[in-house]
C-alpha cells in the first residue's frame, strides 16, 4: 500500500491498451514524515538527558553560492528538528593543513556528533577533497563519504556505518511505493561515490541483483530496459528516454539539471536525468524533479545526526 507520501495520479477506467500515468513519489511529503519523526526522537532524547541537544557543524571554504544555498537549507531542516547547527566558513585562501586542523578541532569535541564538509572546497589553493573527507571521524561522518564508512557500506556492514544520504533517500523512496527490493532486478545509471556507487551496494545488500551502468556501457537503453527499480544520477539531463523504461518500473530521478527555457522568469528550468513526460507514462512510479530526491537528500543528513547523537548518549550510559 503507498503510503500518504505518495499522491496517486493513475488513471483508472481506461480501456486495457491504454496506458496508465505513474504514480508520483514525494520527496517533500516524505521528507517531512521523516524530519516529523526525528523531532520526536530528539524530544526523547532531552527526556532521558535534559538540555542535550545532538550537535552538528557544516564546514566550508570559500563563498559559492550554490553551496551557501544548500547549507541554509541544511540549517533550516537542522533548526526544526532540535538539532544545533553550526556553520564555520573558511575563507578560499585556506589551505589544506587549515581545513585539516579545523577538522581535528571538531572531531575532539564531545558536543558534536555529525560533521560535513560542503563540497566542493572553494579554496584558490590545492587541496585533496578525499584527504578531507577521510579526516572526518568516522563517527561523526553523517554524509558517509569517508573510506571507513565507504568499506563498510560495500562489505554490508550496514547497522555500523553512516550511509550517504542521497542513495539512502531514495531507498526511502523506494520503500514508500510499497515495492519490495528483495529478488528485483535494479539499474543504477551513474557511478559516482556521492550517489552511484554506494546505491549499488545498498540495494545489492537488500537483496536486490544490481547492474551498474556508466559513461562507458555501450547499451545503456538495453540495460535500463530491464530494470524493475531504476536509479538515475549520471548528472546528464532526460538522458534517460521514457521508452527505455520497462513497463511498471520503480523511477527514482536523482538529477538536477538547469536547461534554458525562455517562458521561464530566469530563462531556465530544472530537469532531471529522465525523460519525465515520457518515462511516467510506462513507470508504476516515478519521483519529479524537483520536490523528489531534493528533499531526502538533507532529511537523511538530519536522520543520520539523530542517529550519531542516539549513539554518543549510549556510550555515555
Not at 560495500?154 to 511505493?177: A, H, V, Y
Not at 556521492?194 to 547499451?219: E, F, K, R, Y
Not at 524533479?289 to 547523537?309: C, D, I, Y
Amino acid at each position: 500500500m503507498l503510503s500518504v507520501a505518495g499522491k496517486a495520479l493513475r488513471v483508472s477506467g481506461c480501456p486495457k491498451n491504454a496506458r496508465s500515468i505513474a504514480t508520483v513519489v514525494s520527496g517533500n511529503k516524505t521528507s517531512k514524515l521523516v524530519r516529523d519523526r526525528l523531532q520526536k526522537e530528539v524530544c526523547k532524547m532531552q527526556e532521558l538527558e535534559p538540555g542535550f541537544r545532538p550537535g552538528l557543524v557544516v564546514l566550508q571554504v570559500g563563498d559559492r553560492g550554490d553551496s551557501n544555498l544548500y547549507i541554509s537549507m541544511k540549517l533550516k531542516a537542522a533548526a526544526e528538528i532540535g538539532i544545533d547547527a553550526r556553520h564555520i566558513r573558511l575563507p578560499n585562501t585556506a589551505s589544506e593543513d587549515e581545513v585539516l586542523h579545523n577538522i581535528q578541532r571538531i572531531n575532539e569535541d564531545a558536543r558534536v556528533h555529525g560533521l560535513i564538509v560542503q563540497l566542493p572546497l572553494d579554496s584558490i589553493r590545492p587541496i585533496d577533497s578525499g584527504r578531507v573527507t577521510d579526516a572526518v571521524a568516522p563517527h561523526k561522518d553523517v554524509d558517509g563519504l569517508s573510506s571507513i564508512n565507504a568499506g563498510k557500506l560495500s562489505r554490508g556492514d550496514l547497522k555500523n556505518c553512516f550511509i550517504p544520504c542521497t542513495p539512502n533517500g531514495c531507498m526511502e523512496l523506494i520503500s514508500q511505493t510499497g515495492v519490495s527490493v528483495a529478488g528485483k532486478h535494479a539499474v543504477v545509471v551513474g557511478r559516482s561515490k556521492i550517489v552511484g556507487a554506494p546505491m549499488h551496494d545498498l540495494l545489492l545488500w537488500n537483496h536486490a541483483t544490481v547492474t551498474t551502468c556508466h559513461s562507458q556501457t555501450s547499451n545503456l537503453a538495453e540495460q535500463v530496459g530491464r530494470a524493475d527499480i531504476l536509479v538515475v544520477g549520471a548528472g546528464k539531463p532526460e538522458m534517460v528516454r521514457g521508452e527505455w523504461v520497462k513497463e511498471g518500473a520503480v523511477v527514482i530521478d536523482c538529477g538536477i539539471n538547469y536547461v534554458a527555457d525562455e517562458t521561464k522568469p530566469g530563462g531556465t528550468r530544472v530537469v532531471g536525468d529522465v525523460h519525465y513526460p515520457t518515462a511516467n507514462q510506462r513507470a508504476s512510479f516515478i519521483t519529479p524533479v524537483p520536490g523528489g530526491v531534493g528533499p531526502m537528500t538533507v532529511a537523511m543528513l538530519m536522520k543520520n545526526t539523530v542517529q550519531s547523537a542516539w549513539r554518543f548518549l549510549q556510550s555515555q550510559r
